[in-house]
C-alpha cells in the first residue's frame, strides 16, 4: 500500500531564512502529489499539486515545489519565510490516476514554527 | 472557498452515546470524504463516498457508520462513542473530472469523547 512518509515532525527557522520540508512517497507507480497547509484551529488548505509536467511546481503564498521520480521525493520549499507561515504541513498522495476520487494518503505533517 | 460546512463545530459526549456529525457542500462534487485528525497520526480516511448511497470504507472505519442521501450531504454516525474517538473529523470534497484530483476541507468537528 502506499504510504508518505514526512522525514521532520517540526522544523524551527528564523524569519527570513529559507526553509524545505522534506516528504517521501513509497510506490514508483506514477502518482498525483499535494502539500496542504493547516493553520491553528483551521481546516486544510491546498498549497500545490503536482500531476505531470514540470517537476518544479509553484503554489501559492510563494511555496513551490520539486518532483523527483527516481527518489520518490516532492519536497517542498521557500526562500524567504515569514511569521505568517507558521502552520502544519501535510504531504499527500494518489496512486490511482485510473481512479478518480480516490482519498488521498496524508503523511504525519511537519509543523514549521516560524520566529523573528 | 469551497462551500463546506460542518457541524457542530465542537461536541462533548459521554461514553457510549450516539453522536451524529454533518457536512454539507453547496458545490455540487460528487466525491465526499471524512478523515480524522490525531496527534502524531497525520488524516485517516474513515469512508468516503462516489455518489447518493455509495459509500465505501477507509483505513479506520471501526466503529463508524455514513451516509448520504443527498448530494449535499455526508452524515458520519458513532454508534456508541468511545474515548478513543476523540479526535478533530474532517470532512472533504472532489469533483474528481479531468485533473481535478486535489479535495476541499471544512473547517472541522472537535469531538471529545468522555
Known amino acids: 500500500a502506499q504510504s508518505v512518509t514526512q522525514l521532520d515532525s517540526q522544523v524551527p527557522v528564523f524569519e527570513e531564512a529559507p526553509v524545505e520540508l522534506r516528504c517521501n512517497y513509497s510506490s514508483s507507480v506514477s502518482v498525483y502529489l499535494f502539500w496542504y497547509v493547516q493553520y491553528p484551529n483551521q481546516g486544510l488548505q491546498l498549497l500545490l499539486k503536482?500531476?505531470?509536467?514540470?517537476?518544479l511546481v509553484k503554489g501559492i503564498n510563494g511555496f513551490e515545489a520539486e518532483f523527483n521520480k527516481s527518489q520518490t521525493s516532492f519536497h517542498l520549499r521557500k526562500p524567504s519565510v515569514h511569521i505568517s507561515d507558521t502552520a502544519e504541513y501535510f504531504c499527500?498522495?494518489?496512486?490511482?490516476?485510473?481512479?478518480?476520487?480516490?482519498?488521498?494518503?496524508f503523511g504525519k505533517g511537519t509543523t514549521l514554527s516560524v520566529s523573528s | 472557498d469551497a462551500g463546506i460546512t460542518q457541524s457542530p463545530r465542537h461536541k462533548v459526549t459521554e461514553t457510549g452515546t450516539p453522536v451524529t456529525l454533518r457536512c454539507h457542500q453547496t458545490e455540487n462534487h460528487r466525491y465526499m470524504y471524512w478523515y480524522r485528525q490525531d496527534p502524531g497520526h497525520g488524516l485517516r480516511l474513515i469512508h468516503y463516498s462516489y455518489g447518493v448511497k455509495d459509500t465505501d470504507k477507509g483505513e479506520v472505519s471501526d466503529g463508524y457508520s455514513v451516509s448520504r442521501s443527498k448530494t449535499e450531504d455526508f452524515l458520519l454516525t458513532l454508534e456508541s462513542a468511545t474515548s478513543s474517538q476523540t479526535s478533530v473529523y474532517f470532512c472533504a470534497i472532489s469533483d474528481g473530472t479531468g485533473n481535478s484530483y486535489e479535495q476541499y476541507f471544512g473547517p472541522g468537528t472537535r469531538l471529545t469523547v468522555t
Open positions: 499527500a498522495v494518489s496512486d490511482r490516476r485510473d481512479q478518480a476520487g480516490t482519498a488521498l494518503i
Open positions: 503536482y500531476l505531470s509536467g514540470s517537476t
